[in-house]
């Protein structure tokens, strides 16, 4: 199993080296590959005035940085298809946030950069759904692609995962990755949004039961102080105990 892992986006250098470095120190001692991740900018925010980034250039060259310090494969966001192309530029592996997991036109561009594409289940998307969204990218020749659960809509400001959808998607034939913070997000709650980490832990253990081929998570040192997504990221202190019981569920598994 791999492990994806990194801050919500990105804020500055320095807290990226620390999460890197803390992180990549946990999935050696593991011998688990380690794929880092942050977003070098959002553009899906719940208010006007939340955090979006410190520039593109700025923040893609940042990513570049990283993975070439601590020889690391890094993957971002991105929400315009003319962002695939720029973005390859810097990082190995592109995301398709799970808003925008039916946009044509940025799945196809996502495609034909060559990188690897994980594509997250929207909120309002069947896991069956997600061969569609696969089919798109592999309409251009690339067949390097993730899915990835990170819940379903489940009224108003809540998601709820139904585990099953990690045995659907992964009948598709691809890689399936659980988004074990995300899936834990109250939407639009709140400038940002609002979340119950507490039950990170728990969810995570389960889809590792279930049978997942990578665990995504978003951590920081400060979560309280995170400039997105505070309310789900989890406490970089916390994250070796956390990686430990998932790894070890998934060797006792497989």
């Not at 807290?15 to 991740?37: S, T």
Request: net charge negative; aromatic share 8%.
């Amino acid at each position: 199993m791999f492990i994806i892992a990194g801050p919500c986006v990105v804020e500055s250098k320095e807290m990226l080296r620390q999460i890197a470095g803390h992180v990549k120190e946990i999935c050696v001692k593991l011998d688990v590959e380690y794929i880092f991740k942050a977003s070098y900018r959002k553009a899906n925010r719940s208010s006007i005035s939340s955090f979006t980034g410190i520039g593109d250039e700025k923040a893609l060259n940042y990513l570049a940085e990283i993975g070439q310090e601590f020889d690391l494969p890094v993957i971002t966001d991105i929400h315009f298809p003319g962002e695939a192309a720029l973005a390859a530029q810097y990082v190995d592996m592109l995301q398709i946030p799970a808003f925008l997991s039916r946009q044509t036109d940025l799945l196809l561009a996502a495609g034909k950069t060559g990188k690897t594409v994980n594509i997250k289940k929207g909120q309002f998307l069947a896991p069956d759904d997600m061969k569609k969204a696969a089919d798109k990218v592999e309409s251009t020749g690339n067949k390097k692609i993730w899915l990835t659960e990170r819940g379903t809509a489940f009224g108003y400001h809540d998601l709820i995962v139904d585990f099953r959808s990690l045995m659907i998607m992964k009948e598709l034939g691809y890689p399936v990755v659980f988004d074990a913070t995300h899936s834990l997000q109250k939407p639009s709650v709140g400038v940002q949004s609002g979340g119950a980490p507490e039950y990170i832990p728990a969810l995570a253990r389960a889809a590792a039961a279930v049978g997942i081929d990578g665990l995504f998570m978003e951590t920081h040192p400060d979560p309280a102080n995170a400039k997105s997504d505070a309310a789900t990221q989890m406490a970089l202190e916390d994250t070796e105990k956390f990686i430990k019981d998932i790894v070890a569920i998934d060797r006792l598994l497989k």
